[in-house]
């Protein structure tokens, strides 16, 4: 089997073991700061690293937690990953977090699905501080110091509302970036965690293109982005090109069509993110030998990245049902990726309000 064939198989074991375990939440006595950042880190360039070292340096004596997705190695545009979520915080690590842990499966669930995910590990970890990169914006300021003083505000299409005043305080369409900060206020609202004066709100650095690094990895030549990198992050993807383990774009061909060719109607209709006119279409223009053919038969969404995530749904078929019980009992078991040294370690498992924590590479030797 292939790298990402064996990921996705192990993932899979992983998904269902944490489906049946129960949350045992604790009672926890640590007055300890914890900074959770919720990042991709695809790769951790420097932007991330801005926010982390203002985080940091605002609260010095904190323990800097970040949440990296996650199981099926794909992000919330359903695209791969360019590195396995392992060697992300073994990069997070060096650069300054003290703990890394496993976020949601983020390329086969809806952003509103991921968001609340994400937003009940906040508070599984019983977070003191969010720092949260935004770019500027007319208006955006006034949702910032809203978001601060606690008010519920959700995202609506083209408009933002503030739900405590019943007020529309902005009408325009976000960025991703800041839509996603909006998005933290309305999940976080949904499950009464009380974000007073929680988020660290940072400026986004300039000169950083996401688009350009990953060119340069698929190049193999980092010449014209070495300034957009950690040194780290640069010698960490050197390393994984040489032995052959990006896996940016790369996809189990095998298991996305032989679901698209071979599911009942019912079972394409219960898929997460589908309904009865996707699931028709795709049967209709059965068979598949190839991607480029499945792609044209999923219909446009609600997003750009939408057929992107049908794949990765495809890639991995969890009924809709099924992940709904996993959200609800997320994070039912707290994965940590990568920590500094043991003392990190044990303070972040005197501070979490859950009892369910276990390690990756442990995990990863027994599957």
Excluded: W
Excluded at 177 to 199: A, H, P
Excluded at 339 to 357: C, G, M, P, T
């Amino acid at each position: 089997m292939s790298q990402v064939s064996d990921i996705l198989r192990r993932d899979k074991e992983l998904f269902f073991k944490d489906l049946d375990v129960e949350c045992n939440k604790s009672d926890t006595t640590s007055q300890l700061n914890l900074i959770a950042d919720f990042t991709e880190y695809n790769p951790l360039h420097n932007g991330h690293f801005h926010c982390m070292k203002t985080a940091k340096h605002m609260f010095p004596e904190s323990l800097f937690v970040a949440i990296v997705p996650g199981l099926f190695e794909r992000s919330g545009r359903g695209i791969p990953y360019i590195l396995p979520r392992e060697v992300r915080a073994e990069i997070a690590i060096s650069v300054g977090a003290d703990i890394v842990v496993e976020g949601p499966p983020m390329g086969i669930m809806g952003s509103g699905q991921y968001s609340l995910c994400l937003c009940k590990m906040f508070q599984a970890l019983n977070t003191t501080y969010i720092p949260r990169g935004y770019k500027p914006l007319d208006g955006f300021d006034e949702i910032l110091k809203r978001i601060n003083m606690g008010h519920h505000i959700a995202p609506k299409p083209y408009r933002i509302v503030d739900k405590t005043t019943n007020e529309v305080i902005l009408r325009d369409k976000l960025e991703e970036d800041n839509y996603v900060i909006t998005s933290f206020s309305n999940s976080l609202s949904k499950i009464g965690f009380d974000y007073t004066g929680k988020f660290i709100f940072v400026e986004r650095i300039e000169g950083v293109s996401g688009t350009l690094i990953r060119e340069s990895i698929m190049k193999n030549n980092f010449d014209d982005v070495l300034d957009m990198m950690p040194p780290k992050t640069i010698e960490v993807l050197k390393r994984e090109i040489e032995n052959d383990s990006i896996i940016y774009g790369i996809r189990d061909i095998d298991s996305i069509l032989n679901t698209a060719n071979n599911f009942t109607f019912e079972q394409l209709a219960d898929l997460n993110l589908f309904n009865e006119k996707l699931a028709r279409n795709i049967i209709d223009n059965r068979p598949y030998d190839d991607i480029d053919k499945l792609e044209k038969a999923i219909l446009h969404g609600f997003s750009s990245h939408f057929r992107q995530r049908v794949l990765s749904i495809l890639e991995n078929p969890i009924p809709k049902k099924i992940i709904s019980q996993y959200i609800d009992k997320y994070p039912s078991n707290i994965r940590i990726l990568g920590y500094k040294n043991k003392e990190s370690l044990e303070k972040f498992i005197k501070k979490v309000n859950n009892e369910n924590i276990s390690l990756f590479n442990e995990l990863k030797q027994h599957l």
